[in-house]
């Protein structure tokens, strides 16, 4: 049995003109899926700092990183040897501030702001969608905005 890989995401997060809250989604390299920005654990990079670090690369976003992760799931991850390992992501919220024109992976991406069940829609993974459908509860998703603002570093 392979071993389970742990990743880290960001959850790139803005308020529409309307009010809403909106989540940035970022095709994959290889099927084109939407996803998160979402990668390996850096050595000697906090998790979050880390997640900080693929939300620029993969979607070109700015902004601020929550410490505390707002959920998890899980999903088959297909190695460029064709290998198969399950991982584990962590998620971590974060506040778009703004989003670049130019950046690392741009050429290989499309990137879209997705009402929060739009993005549920389109994610292949249930958990993941269901994480995505907890955070459209108005009042906790303002909860947790408000407290992102609060730790901003």
């Known amino acids: 049995m392979p071993e389970v890989g742990e990743q880290i995401a960001a959850l790139p997060l803005r ?28 050595d000697g990079r906090q998790p979050w700092t880390a997640a ?18 707002i959920g998890s799931f899980s999903y088959a991850k297909i190695l460029s040897d064709g290998c198969i390992v399950p991982c584990t992501v962590r998620v971590y919220p974060m506040l778009v501030e703004t989003l670049r024109r130019d950046w690392k992976e741009r050429k290989q991406r499309k990137r879209r702001w997705f009402s929060i069940k739009g993005a549920a829609r389109r994610v292949v993974e249930e958990d993941l969608a269901q994480l995505l ?11 947790l905005w408000r407290d992102l603002k609060k730790r901003r570093v």
């Open 15 to 42: 308020w529409s003109d309307k009010d809403r809250l909106q989540v940035l989604m970022v095709t994959s390299r290889d099927t084109g899926r939407w996803v998160m920005p979402k990668g390996w654990q850096m």
């Open 52 to 69: 900080e670090i693929e939300a620029l690369q993969e979607a070109g976003a700015v902004g601020h990183v929550g410490r505390q992760p």
């Open 133 to 143: 459908l907890d955070l459209d509860h108005k009042q906790r998703s303002r909860t």
